[in-house]
């Protein structure tokens, strides 16, 4: 049995604006908004160029309830973690975070486990881990 991370979710207050926002930051296509009126649930798939990469769904509803995030811990959901390839391309990639607003909840650095890393906020609060 070959078992694979097919997909990663999450809930959304804006999902439009999260749609933007990991389309441009890591060059993520999506496809088109799935709407379900009964349930009142839109959600969209973001895919990355490499067709092996988990795809990441993002899902709204208006009957989920906001939860407090407290500098990226929470019960549940903690980061993702996306790799980039380089020492070099975690230090670009961060300062383009930077210049572009985002909050940086890390700055690089080589954790104790052996990660060289940043770690960014979306615009909704949830981590993104950038590695090598």
């Avoid at 439009?16 to 799935?34: I, P, Q």
């Avoid at 509803?61 to 980039?84: F, Q, W």
């Avoid at 070099?88 to 060289?116: H, N, P, Q, S, W």
Wanted: with cysteine; aromatic share 12%; hydrophobic share 35%.
């Amino acid at each position: 049995m070959k078992i694979k991370i097919e997909h990663y979710a999450i809930w959304c207050q804006d999902l439009e604006l999260m749609r933007t926002f990991y389309m441009n930051a890591f060059g993520m296509s999506s496809n088109d908004k799935y709407v379900n009126p009964v349930k009142k649930y839109e959600s969209y798939f973001l895919t990355f160029e490499d067709p092996f990469s988990p795809r990441l769904e993002l899902m709204k509803r208006p009957d989920i309830a906001e939860h407090k995030n407290i500098r990226g811990h929470t019960m549940g959901y903690a980061h993702i973690a996306l790799s980039v390839g380089s020492k070099e391309a975690v230090d670009l990639l961060t300062e383009k975070f930077r210049r572009d607003g985002c909050t940086i909840a890390g700055e690089t650095r080589m954790t104790g486990d052996g990660y060289y890393e940043s770690i960014i906020e979306d615009p909704e609060g949830n981590w993104i881990e950038i590695t090598i």
